[in-house]
Every structure is written in C-alpha cells, then in structure tokens.
C-alpha cells in the first residue's frame, strides 16, 4: 500500500490519552489507519485496547489530543454522528426484533425508502449466508450465526469504518477459524476499513495488514504481520507473538564494529542491534526456534545441551533442551521422515545461523 | 441450609400450621363479604340464608354506587397514563444519564413514597383549597400521579438495570439519535417492567382512601371513599357486592403483575 498523503487516512489520532483518575487506560497515542486497511491491536488484557477503540467509536471522550476520522475532526463528535459500524463480541442483536429487522435499523434510522430497505438487507442476508433466517428472533441462532447476523448489519449500511472489539472471543476454535476467513472475505470484498482488537495473536497474524502490538497503555510496536513476528524490536514483542529463544548479555563490539554478546552460556556474534547500543550494555539475544537446529557437526553457532523433551505437533516437532545454567532452549524442527531421533537424556548441540539472531534491548524492569 | 433451625417434622408442621392460621386470620375478613354478598339484600348476616345476586343488582342500578366507581375507573385510568407518561422517561434520563444532581432528583421523585399518605392528604388540602382543586376530579388525579409515579419509576428503574446497555450503545454507533434509541430499543425492553408499574399503579388509585378522602366531595367521590363513608351513615350490604368486586379485580390485577414480573425475569 502507497497511501501516505494525510487525505489517504481513514483516521488520525494525534497525542490520544484517556486516563480514569491514576489509571492511564491510553497513553499519548498516535496512530495512522489507512483507507481500506485492516488493523489488528493485539494485546494483553488491560493493554488498553478496547480503551482505544471505544475512543475512536465516541463512546468515551479523550482526556487529551485529537481524532480526526475520514478527514473531519471527530474529537467530540456524538457516537452517532461519526458513521461508524462496530461489532461486539456478545453480538449486542436487538433481541425484540427478527433478524431481518434487526439489519433493517440502521437503514431505518437513515430513513432509506422501503423497497430498497428491503432489497439492501436481502443482499446483506445474501452475503453471509443466512437469507433463511430472516423471521427468526436472534436467541433462535446459534452463536455463529448471530455473529454473522451484527457483521451484516454492520455491513448493509455501508460505513466507512467498522470496529471490531474480539468479535470471535465467544466462538470456539473451529467456528473462529470459519469466521475468520469471512470476515477477511468480506473486507476484501467492500475495501471497508477495519480495526479488529483481539488477544489472540494467530488471528492478529491471520487476518491483519497490519499489527498494532499494545502493552500498558500504549503502542509497543506497529507493522505488518512479518515484521512484527521476524523484527521485533523489544522483548515483550518477541513474547507476544510466535515463540521465542531468549538469552541475555552484555553487548561486546570488536574493533571492527562487529557486535557479540556475552552470556551465561558463551559469546554469540550478533547482528547489529535494532536500538542502538554500546559496549557493556545489557542486552538479550532472540532466535526463533524454528531458526534452531539440532546440530551433530557444530559447525555454526551452537548451545550445548540436554534434551528434556520432545513433543510431536503433527508436521513440526519441538525439543526442549536443558542449558548448562538451568535455562530452557526450544528447537523447532520439521517432522520428515528420516528425521535423527535423539532421545531423552542426550547430550545435543542448539545451533542456528547468526543471521537468524536478533540483538533486543533488555526488558525495562518494571 | 435445609435444617437451619434443625427442624424435624413435628417442628415443620408445626410451623406451617400456624403460618397458615396467621393467613386465614388476616385473609377470612376479606374473604367473608364474599358469601354475604350474595345474601339478603335487607341485611348483613353471616351465614346467608339463601343465594341471590340481588345485591349486585342494586350496586349496578344505584347511580350513586355506580356513579362513583365510574369516577374511581377514570381517576385510575388517567393517573395511571399521566403518571407512566413521567415516570418512564424521568426514569430512563435518571438511570442514564451523568447530570450532577442525580442522587438529590431521584430523591425528589420518590419522596412520596416515604412521607405518611395521611401528612400528604392534609398538605395536598391546604394547597388544593387555594387552588380552587377541592373536590374535582383533576385534583384527586393530580395526587393520585404523585402517589403512583414513584412506584413506576422503581419497577422500570429495575427493568432498565436489567436491560441491556450495549444494544443503546450499538444503536447510537448506527446513527439512531437518543430518541429513536429510547423508543425503538429501550421501550421494547421495558414493556414488561412498564405493565407492571401501570397494573400496580392503577390498582393503587383504585383504592387509596386517605388521600381521597381529603380531597373528594360529592363531585368527585371516588369508589373506596363512598364505600367508606357509607359504612360510617348507612352500613349497606351492598358494601359486600362492591368489596367481592374490588377483591376479584384486584386479584385479578395481582395475577398480571405475577404474570408479568415472571416475564421480566424469564427475559433478563
Ligand atoms: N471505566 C473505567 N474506569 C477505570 N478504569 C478503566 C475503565 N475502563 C478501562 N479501565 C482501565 O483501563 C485499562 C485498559 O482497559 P481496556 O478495556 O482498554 O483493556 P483491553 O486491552 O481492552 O483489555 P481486554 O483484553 O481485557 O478487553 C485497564 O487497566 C482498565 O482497568
Ligand atoms: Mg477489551
């Protein structure tokens, strides 16, 4: 996406905060969402993402800075007047009213003539599959199906933005996976802009442009799928999403501007750090499991260690090696047939290319 | 739980048997009009000697008794109107909204429930006599509404804590303005609540006396205020026929309300 002029933005946020007495829900945030974009905010509980996203919808008012939505200054525009769609994850379906009814309301309230009331919620019934339903009352639905039901009435009225707060977290794992794809279907299909809040980071990887990785009341890090799961640039970030090898050390820089770094259990060259670092200073080595290996010859980096486990997952299997200095490390390999089987107890070699490695600054003590 | 008192049976009967004997003792005074109302329209006796509906025959054909139950059904019928009429919203802005003096006004609003009916009957009097009120028919109404309105604004008060607020919030992020939400979203939610402050409402206009009494005359008199006013001149029997009726409307009213709630529950 080339969308960098201001015009291009389906919303700004400038210097955001919202704080409840001590607590500062939302830190001084900004934040740029592209038109037709799917954002994710991933983050732990109380991160502050439904802080940020009820912000953007006008049901809370900032305690400071500005929101501009679509190009017009939204700061403290009433919650109905910003043209927004929203989904919640207990589906929030007028319970008195059919389904039909209930995708006919915001039309209604638009006062869209009759016939094509009725023809917009035909085509919204159409486009998730529930045009049989349309007389029943939503506690007659299962859970999909409602959640399918307050997509479509988000959907038929055409808003220029549609927010999710963890639409799927009431679904269980497969239903999730199905409605997954439907939703990215659907974003596909209208180029509506989306602001998807989940906990869940396989979904954030799944269905995102982008991912807007939130921790304490703030953005800790922003990017796409890929850079945030190959270039995270704090620890937290390497935690949160995929899984993760963690050494820490202090930095050594050679007199040719190499960088190494020293741990409990060696020194390991390491590529030039995201921060910027000296010599002495703490710091903590990343690598992927799946960027191990285990090793026989040693010829590239490699830990010495005991395998306390390994455990099958279908195409990949996982070793969890035991350091010399009681750390775990976890080896990720591709389950092939062939595959050399050491067995528990084992002396075995951790090796990965220094490449793989990502040089991180220590977690902020807290 | 279940032997909380370390009851045996003994104990048990013992206890349901009293309960029982403390209902039948408040029950029976009410319950005993009902065969004497359909005694001898000459006298009041207990047992009647035969069964005849003359009583009712003359409660239906005395424009005097008749007149004034037409007069309590409209007072009623009206109270109750006007006061779900400023009870629901008055309710729905107090659960709602964030002004700043919300404790003091739903103070205010349900201040007649806590002063002694008898203290509001007089104070209404005074200022009714001013008024030129005494006597008329919006006067009792008018007491009658404050009278009611606070026991509405409870029951849709607990209809509205039951209510969902995300369905008020997603429809406001639709683009429905806060009167379409209160109409289209929240009435909806509140029918059975409503009913059950309008019955309680109307039942309680039926038959309040006290008030009434202070501020109705012969233009105006309301059912329950000749009913006690001619127990005090001429002692009628066809003051059975009218308690029968009052019982079994009310009772009728009572089982509403039940009906009802069991709804609001079954929703929630
Ligand atoms: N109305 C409120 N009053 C006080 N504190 C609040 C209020 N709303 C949110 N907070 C606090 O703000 C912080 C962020 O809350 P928020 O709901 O945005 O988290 P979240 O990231 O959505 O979490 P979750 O994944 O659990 O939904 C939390 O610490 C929460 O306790
Ligand atoms: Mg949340």
């Known amino acids: ?366 | 739980m279940s032997d909380l008192f370390g009851t045996s049976r003994l104990a048990r009967g013992v206890v349901s048997t009293a309960a029982w004997t403390c209902y039948l003792f408040l029950l029976l005074p009410s319950l005993i009009v009902i065969p004497i109302s359909f005694g001898n329209p000459g006298q009041i006796e207990f047992p009647p000697r035969q069964f005849t509906l003359q009583l009712y025959r003359q409660f239906f054909t005395d424009p005097a008794w008749w007149g004034s139950t037409v007069q309590s059904l409209v007072v009623a019928c009206v109270t109750t109107l006007v006061a779900l009429i400023l009870a629901v919203p008055a309710a729905y802005a107090l659960a709602r909204s964030r002004l700043p003096g919300r404790a003091g006004l739903r103070g205010l609003f349900m201040m007649p429930m806590l002063v002694p009916v008898i203290v509001l009957g007089l104070g209404l009097y005074l200022q009714f006599s001013s008024w030129g009120l005494l006597d008329t028919t919006a006067g009792v109404v008018l007491a009658h509404i404050m009278l009611t309105t606070p026991y509405i604004m409870v029951s849709v008060m607990s209809g509205l804590h039951h209510s969902d607020v995300a369905l008020e919030t997603v429809a406001s992020i639709m683009g429905a303005s806060r009167v379409t939400i209160f109409f289209r979203v929240v009435l909806p939610q509140l029918k059975a609540s409503i009913a059950v402050g309008a019955l309680f409402a109307f039942l309680m206009s039926l038959d309040e006396v006290v008030v009434a009494y202070f501020l109705t005359g012969q233009n105006s008199m309301t059912l329950p205020v000749k009913m006690y006013s001619s127990i005090r001149w001429e002692l009628t029997p066809v003051l059975a026929a009218v308690s029968t009726l009052l019982t079994v409307l009310s009772l009728l009213i009572a089982l509403g309300i039940i009906r009802m709630q069991g709804k609001t529950e079954a929703s929630a």
């Open chain 1, 1 to 366: 996406m080339t969308m960098t002029t201001a015009a291009a933005a389906m919303i700004e946020l400038e210097g955001v905060a919202k704080s409840y007495g001590d607590v500062h829900a939302l830190r001084r945030t900004d934040l740029s969402i592209a038109k037709g974009e799917f954002v994710t905010l991933l983050g732990p509980s109380g991160s502050g993402k439904s802080t940020l996203l009820n912000l953007i919808a006008g049901m809370i008012t900032p305690s400071a800075g500005r929101i501009v939505i679509d190009g017009r200054d939204a700061t403290t525009l009433p919650t109905n007047q910003r043209g927004l769609g929203m989904v919640f994850q207990n589906y929030a379906l007028m319970p008195h009213m059919t389904v039909f009814e209930n995708i006919a309301f915001p039309l209604q309230v638009r006062r869209l003539p009759k016939a094509e009331i009725r023809r917009k919620v035909a085509e919204a019934l159409d486009l998730i599959q529930l045009g049989h339903v349309a007389d029943r009352r939503p506690r007659e639905l299962s859970g999909g199906q409602q959640q399918r039901v307050s997509l479509a009435r988000c959907i038929v009225y055409n808003p220029a933005l549609i927010l999710m707060d963890e639409p799927l977290g009431a679904l269980d794992k497969k239903l999730r996976e199905q409605m997954q794809l439907e939703i990215k279907r659907l974003h596909a299909e209208l180029g509506i802009t989306m602001l998807y809040v989940t906990h869940d980071q396989d979904e954030a990887l799944t269905m995102s442009d982008r991912i807007v990785l939130m921790n304490g009341g703030r953005i800790e890090q922003q990017g796409t799928p890929d850079a945030l799961y190959f270039k995270p640039e704090t620890v937290f970030s390497a935690e949160f999403i995929g899984s993760s090898n963690l050494i820490p050390g202090t930095v050594q820089i050679a007199a040719d501007g190499t960088c190494r770094l020293k741990t409990a259990l060696g020194t390991f060259p390491a590529p030039a750090p995201a921060a910027p670092m000296k010599a002495g200073d703490r710091a903590v080595l990343l690598i992927r499991p799946e960027n191990m290996a285990i090793e026989v010859s040693g010829a590239t980096t490699s830990v010495p260690g005991r395998l306390e486990d390994s455990i099958l997952l279908g195409g990949v299997v996982r070793h969890f090696l035991r350091c010399a200095d009681g750390s775990t490390l976890i080896v990720q390999e591709l389950n092939q047939p062939g595959r050399s089987v050491a067995h528990r107890g084992d002396l075995i070699q951790a090796g990965w290319q220094p490449g793989h490695a990502r040089l991180l600054p220590p977690q902020p003590a807290n």
